[in-house]
């Protein structure tokens, strides 16, 4: 099979590949909505049952990379099929388990199918667009980690609250089962090397180390808010826990807008669409920290920071299809490690604010490291030669996809 799919083939393996990215970063939070559920049942504390998610992406940091290098050379159909099964078989492991040891192994199993997708799906997914739109592919293929906070998370609690915790995890289980027949059926089988993907069309060692400094910085940045946001609009914005549940809505559903709208960007401006949502991340933090005590600020600069962060993951990891040195792949490894050293970065950085001087000043951090951030972006541009950003042929080609 030639390096392209057939649009309509693409298509499909694009959309189970979505869906694909929605159950991963949805069984990785679990744990965390479902905490008073699984403690008792399964005998041990709430704090234990966090440290499931704590566990999971500790594996996903390590494994990254060294998971990238062993694979190297398998083609991408078997890769993703494998890491997808992996996944529901686990998933499933995880909704039997008898104990807390059990479950553990579990999260940890699916935290290297987790690892290893990451490194696999950007690269194996947009290799079979052309490549003039496969900024748009990316960034439909962040949809995923968009809506799963928005819609997986409320929902699986739903359930579990009106069923059982291992429902919803036996669920996940078929539907990534699902996918798996669907990636086997689809996916071709082309040599990793060979793929459309494979290499950066403008490979630098130099605007890498910048992206992959640029990413700590984003993820940090956003994750400080991320994970403290509910307590800062009670603490801080007033509002009551009945009001949670809408306001982090209103945040997940400025997050899709800001993923569909970055997709329609990101090929013919990479660098603009970088510095737009760094910009814009920046100053929805600058506004929490200095007015969110006025409820209705409080919601114009969550719904702001949920936008201008849903731009950062799709935006990075297109500038790493662009300009990685040798294999994309293991550019995208790199800059997954990056991403999950922000995610514990940014969430321990949020808790120690939180402890020492008040929740309120965790915006403050992060609109500091949005705009050490925004630096970086400008100086990747400064200091290297002249990065072809925009070609005439692009606007005919975007109808592609």
Do not use: K
């Not at 104990?99 to 579990?106: H, K, P």
């Not at 329609?264 to 969110?292: E, I, K, T, Y």
């Not at 790199?334 to 604010?353: K, R, Y």
């Amino acid at each position: 099979m030639s390096r392209l799919a057939d649009p309509r083939r693409a298509t499909a393996i694009l959309i189970a590949m979505a869906v694909s990215t929605f159950l991963f970063v949805l069984v990785e939070g679990l744990p965390s909505g479902l905490l008073t559920l699984m403690a008792p049942d399964l005998g041990t504390t709430t704090a234990r049952i966090g440290l499931l998610v704590t566990g999971y992406a500790a594996v996903v940091l390590v494994a990254t990379v060294p998971l990238a290098h062993v694979t190297q050379r398998i083609p991408r159909r078997w890769v993703l099929s494998a890491c997808v099964l992996l996944a529901a078989v686990s998933t499933l492991w995880a909704g039997l388990a008898s104990g807390y040891g059990s479950l553990l192994v579990a999260r940890l199993v699916t935290a290297l199918a987790q690892a290893l997708f990451w490194v696999a799906v950007i690269p194996g997914t947009t290799g079979l667009f052309p490549p003039l739109v496969r900024g748009r592919v990316v960034a439909r293929l962040a949809l995923g980690n968009s809506m799963a906070p928005v819609l997986g998370l409320p929902a699986g609690t739903w359930l579990a609250q009106q069923t059982d915790w291992r429902i919803v995890f036996w669920v996940v289980s078929g539907i990534s089962l699902a996918i798996f027949v669907v990636v086997l059926a689809l996916f071709p089988t082309v040599d990793p090397a060979q793929g459309g993907a494979a290499r950066a069309p403008f490979p630098s060692r130099r605007r890498i180390g910048f992206n992959l400094v640029t990413t700590v910085f984003a993820i940090t940045s956003g994750f400080g808010l991320i994970t403290f946001v509910t307590q800062f609009m009670q603490d801080v914005a007033g509002f009551a826990r009945d009001d949670l549940p809408w306001l982090l809505a209103v945040q997940g559903a400025a997050g899709v807008v800001g993923a569909l709208v970055v997709g329609r960007f990101l090929d013919r401006h990479s660098w603009r669409s970088m510095l737009v949502s760094f910009a814009l991340l920046a100053a929805a933090q600058g506004l929490l920290f200095a007015a969110g005590s006025h409820a209705v600020v409080a919601v114009v600069g969550i719904a702001v920071f949920g936008g201008a962060f849903a731009c950062v993951p799709p935006a990075l990891s297109h500038r790493v299809m662009l300009v990685s040195p040798g294999s994309t792949d293991m550019g995208v490894a790199l800059s997954s490690a990056m991403f999950n050293l922000g995610i514990a970065a940014g969430s321990g950085l949020g808790a120690a604010l939180t402890a020492t001087v008040g929740v309120r000043w965790v915006p403050l951090l992060g609109a500091a490291l949005a705009a050490a951030g925004l630096v970086t972006v400008l100086a990747e541009d400064r200091f290297n030669p002249p990065f072809p950003a925009h070609r005439p042929d692009v606007d005919a080609a975007l109808g592609a996809v």
